[in-house]
């Protein structure tokens, strides 16, 4: 029989990220695209076509290649799953020949979504195989290891976005080389670009843009004119809904050329890594945006004046606020943000309430940014007390707050709390009224206090499939539910309805 029409189905994604496609890359290479009209071979077995397609689609790429070699109908079969293909995530691994990689794209020309993992340098010829062989290309991130490096320049990634007409969204990383670029596009609202360093130039004329995301290195020597940068965007970008931007060149004056830009869209703003944004910088982002729902500031030079200036314009929309590695907040600052903030949920003070006697330097959670305290930080008490009360947080960070002492949480919501490296936390001076934790993050703390949060999160119990007690009108003719408390004692066959559950925690050290 030959082989049947793909019916109708949900998108095709095929992932390479195994290793066992890299090893079978040498066979994979010597199996080539055979145009010719096979639609008369049929399918070996008594299964319609039709089957048969649907057993091969669900076989992950590794069984695709082998099925391939099985039969001409299975051939077939393979080539259309190929063709059909959305989706596609390939490691290209550093023994892969230019071959392999535009084979992959060719079997697949439908293509509108490529991740590409790269163990090996590459450079604008990438951009090239993949404008040739897909034409409706609508995403691409392209991501590499430590030993790859990303040689494509500005002027190559500007004509590749240029020219592509259904391109929505871009991921790269490793940008070290772009040197700079002009971006055109009617049709990109996603960019993500990484390991930026010393652009001469960043222009942006994307009006349909919606969000982006600029990391640049973590060396000095960066060049990069960020007020410039700032300018165009807030120009150029008129939709831009999320803004992050990593840099230790980030300034006020950065920060004011963003600020006079009419982003009356704009709902997260992230300026990371900027020592010289000041309160003064928090007083020109709440003026011109009084809507935001993430703030981000972390790595900056605020204090507690710029917490309430925060809290006085955008009680009613803020739900995350990351502080993290702002050595100018305290204890306070950090209470009367959860105080006045009744919408918070996720808030990530780490590295803020700090032992200003200890001469370690710290790193953020993955280990990315060495963080020294700047010279204008206050000389707070070494040991600081914490008290949150709040209905709606359910993130709350505290990682590397060397100078907490205590810490008092009353959260019915919180269900991630981050303690590590609080190595001064008094365990007799921790309470967590928080009922539905799932995870406390405890690394790097003392025995003692990993004890006390042991005992106190597996402490406590939940009424579990409670079960109202009933009772009947005297005629019988209702049934009406009481409260627990004024019914009479229930018999022992009745108490099985209501079971008391130990509430699961894990704590992670």
Known sequence: ???????????????????????????????????????????????????????????????????????????????????????????????????????????????????????????????????????????????????????????????????????????????????????????????????????????????????????????ENDSTDLITAMDSLGRTCPKLQNIHVASIKLSHEAVLALSAANLRYLRMLSLVLGTEITDASVAAITTSFSKLDLLDLSGSSISDSGIGMICNVLPDTLSKLLLALCPNITSSGIQFAAAQLPRLEVMDCGMTICDPNSDDTSNDEDGNIDFHRTPNSKSHHVYQKLIIKHSRLKKLSLWGCSGLDALHLNGPLLNDLNLNSCKNLNPGRLILNCPNLQDVHALDCEDKLIETIETQVGSSFSLSEYIVSSKRFPDGSKRVRVPFLVCSPLPDDDRKCTRMVKRQCRVIV
């Open 1 to 219: 029989m030959p082989c049947a029409t793909p019916p109708p189905r949900g998108r095709r994604v095929l992932s390479f990220d195994d290793v066992s496609v890299a090893d079978s890359m040498e066979d994979f290479e010597e199996e080539r695209l055979d145009h010719e009209d096979l639609s008369d071979l049929e399918i070996i077995g008594k299964l319609p076509g039709s089957c048969w397609w649907e057993i091969l689609r669900r076989l992950p790429p590794v069984g695709l290649l082998a099925a391939a070699a099985v039969c001409t109908g299975f051939r077939e079969t393979t080539r259309r799953l190929w063709r059909a293909t959305e989706e596609l995530s390939l490691r290209v691994p550093a023994k892969a020949q230019t071959g392999f990689f535009r084979s992959m794209l060719q079997k697949c020309s439908g293509l509108q979504k490529l991740i590409l993992r790269f163990e090996s340098d590459f450079d604008a010829s990438i951009l090239a195989y993949i404008a040739f062989s897909c034409p409706d290309l609508q995403s691409l991130e392209i991501f590499t290891s430590e030993s790859s490096v990303n040689r494509i320049s500005g002027d190559d990634l500007s004509r590749f976005i240029a020219e592509r007409r259904c391109l929505t969204n871009l991921k790269m990383e490793g940008c070290y080389n772009l040197g700079g670029f002009a971006f055109t596009s009617s049709s990109l609202s996603t960019l993500w670009l990484s390991d930026l360093h010393s652009l001469s130039k960043m222009v942006f004329n994307c009006p349909n843009l919606k969000e982006i995301s600029l990391n640049f290195s973590l060396q």
